[in-house]
């Protein structure tokens, strides 16, 4: 069974801090948009933009938690 995105993000804080895991998990989002816009299918331009909102839902469970923004 997977983790939620609940206990990713707690993992997350538990393990770099809750300012800390924000921003990695914001960066990491936004590397995956930009990433979408240079792919050549629209395939793996949509796959890219799955994972961002995966990344992009975690940062926000992350910073409603700690309220971190």
């Known amino acids: 069974m997977s983790d939620t995105a609940q206990q990713i993000a707690e993992r997350a ?3 770099y801090g809750a300012a800390e895991a924000a921003r990695i998990y914001r ?5 995956y948009y ?3 816009q240079w ?3 629209a395939s793996d331009e949509r796959r890219k933009e799955q994972l961002a909102e995966s990344y ?9 938690l700690t309220g971190e923004v």
């Open 13 to 15: 804080i538990a393990t």
């Open 27 to 31: 960066e990491t989002e936004a590397a």
């Open 34 to 36: 930009t990433e979408a």
């Open 39 to 41: 792919c050549d299918s």
């Open 56 to 64: 992009g839902r975690i940062a926000a469970i992350i910073e409603q």
